[in-house]
C-alpha cells in the first residue's frame, strides 16, 4: 500500500501579542501531529478497508518575521541571520544607524570569483578570502537549544547572552516532536512575502518615492564611507548646504510617468 501523505496549514488567529505565546497555541497542534506520527486508524473509502495513516510535519513555511516566532531565533541585530548565526558578518551603518550585510554574499561565492577580489565595485578595499559559514546539523541544532527554556514553561525572559553571541528566544515547540530533530529543513521562507519586500524596496528607490526610497542623506553618507562611488556622494554648495545628487539608476519624470501608464 503506498504511503498516504497530508498536507497540513494552520492559521491561529492570534491574541495581541502572539509573539510571546504561539507555542501555548501550538500544544493542541502538537499533541495531534505526536499522536498521527504514531499512527491512527483510518478508513480508505475507495479501498472500503481500514489502514494505520501516519503523518510527519515536513516544515513551516513563513516569512522572516515569523522566523522569529515559530523555532525562536530572533530575527532583528547583527545575529539576525539564521543561516550565519554567530558566523556573521553584519555591521552597523555610521550614520543609518542600521544593521547592515552589505557584500556579506561575496563570501558564498566560489574561492576564484571575481567578485571576492574586486575592490572598486562593492565595498571599497577589501578582498573576500573566506568561505560560507559550516551549515549545523540538526543534531548540533538539537545541542544547542535542548536546553533552552520553554515558552510555555517559564514565559519571555530574555536568555544570557542574546544578541551578543546568540539569537536565541526559547526552545521551540516543534523540538517536541520525536522526529523534528533529524529533519533537515525544519523552517521555510515565505518566497511570496520575501519577493514583495524586495520589489517594494527597489520600486521605491528607483521610482524615487518621497519618504519611502532608501536612497536618503544619511545611506549618501555611509555611502561614502563604504563604497568607491563619488558621484553618488553628498556635494557641498556654497551657503553650507549639502545637496544629493541625482542617482543614476532614478528614472526621470517622464520615465516615470510612463512606467505608471
Known sequence: ??????????????????????DVFLE???DDLKKLWSGVLTYDISKRQNFIMRVNLMWTI??????????????????????CMEHHKSFTLNYGYKTCWFDSHQRFLP????????????????????GPPLRLTPMQVWRRVKDLPKITESGTKRI??????????KRSIF???????????RHNLDVMHTEKNFFDNIFNIV???????????KARKDLALYCRRRDLELKAQGNGKMVKPKANFTLSTTEVKQVCC
Not at 503506498?2 to 501579542?17: A, D, E, R, V
Not at 576564484?112 to 571599497?124: E, I, M, Q
Not at 517536541?176 to 530533530?181: A, E
Open 175 to 185: 523540538w517536541d516532536l520525536p522526529y523534528w530533530k533529524h529533519n533537515l529543513l
Open 160 to 169: 544570557d547572552g542574546y544578541g551578543e553571541w546568540h539569537n536565541w528566544t
Open 111 to 130: 574561492i576564484d570569483h571575481p567578485f571576492r577580489r574586486n575592490v572598486k565595485a562593492f565595498r571599497k578595499g577589501e578582498v573576500e578570502t573566506d
Open 28 to 30: 493542541p497542534l502538537i
Open 62 to 83: 513563513n516569512d522572516i518575521l515569523a522566523y522569529g516566532m515559530l523555532p525562536g531565533w530572533g530575527t532583528h541585530g547583527k545575529l539576525a541571520c539564521p543561516h
Open 207 to 217: 521610482m524615487n518615492v518621497v519618504r519611502k526610497a532608501k536612497d536618503n542623506d
Open 1 to 22: 500500500m503506498s504511503k498516504p501523505y497530508m498536507f497540513l496549514t494552520c492559521l491561529i488567529p492570534g491574541p495581541s501579542n502572539l509573539k510571546a505565546c504561539i
